[in-house]
């Protein structure tokens, strides 16, 4: 019935299930979002279709919830912000972000240990990104190609990832081509 909130943190609240009519909070520009759910509800927040309006999202220790389905995060056409943290069952980043392409300025990915990569078919086509974090994902040895179509982005920032990916990256590595147009870069 809150149709006008603008703000809703649940990130210490650890959701079993989203009601099935959360979509109706279409003023919603910010959720912080701690579940048990292994899957976002395909109606309602089914990849927040009817959130369009959201700008932030954090997803933050949610154990179980699998974001593999490509239609999960579709929806998103405002999103600036996400963030995705703890998330031990991320492997990689859904296709429907990608209805996020032109509004989204920063992603963050931390602590996610099953982690690969952040999606060829995804990450190149963010041409609005100004700002990607990598950190605590063990399992990440490299970027997708296309990163040089990422001319908006000015911060990159990887830590605490494979020590292949640290080396590759490096100025003078075999893929710095692939980032040396990004000018604040930092991979520990």
């Known amino acids: 019935m809150l149709l006008n909130l603008k703000y809703l943190d649940l990130t210490e609240s650890y959701v079993p299930e989203l009601p099935e009519d959360f979509c109706k909070l279409i003023s919603l520009r910010f959720l912080g979002l701690t579940t048990n759910s292994m899957r976002l509800p395909k109606e309602g927040i089914a990849g927040f279709r009817h959130l369009t309006s959201l700008e932030r999202l954090e997803i933050d220790l949610c154990e179980s919830l699998n974001l593999s389905d490509d239609d999960d995060l579709k929806g998103l056409i405002s999103l600036k ?108």
Not at 146 to 156: A, E, I, N, P
Not at 167 to 184: F, L, S, T, V
């Open 81 to 188: 912000k996400l963030e995705l943290s703890r998330l031990p069952r991320l492997v990689n980043l859904p296709k429907g972000l990608l209805d996020a392409a032109a509004t989204l300025t920063q992603l963050e990915i931390v602590g996610c240990e099953n982690f690969t990569s952040p999606s060829e078919s995804v990450l190149p086509n963010f041409l609005s990104l100004q700002s990607l974090t990598i950190w605590g994902c063990d399992n990440v040895v490299s970027l997708p190609g296309g990163m040089q179509r990422l001319t908006k982005l000015h911060d990159l920032f990887i830590f605490g990832c494979s020590l292949n990916i640290t080396i590759r990256y490096r100025e003078g590595g075999e893929d710095w081509p692939k980032i040396a147009h990004i000018p604040n870069i930092k991979i520990y």
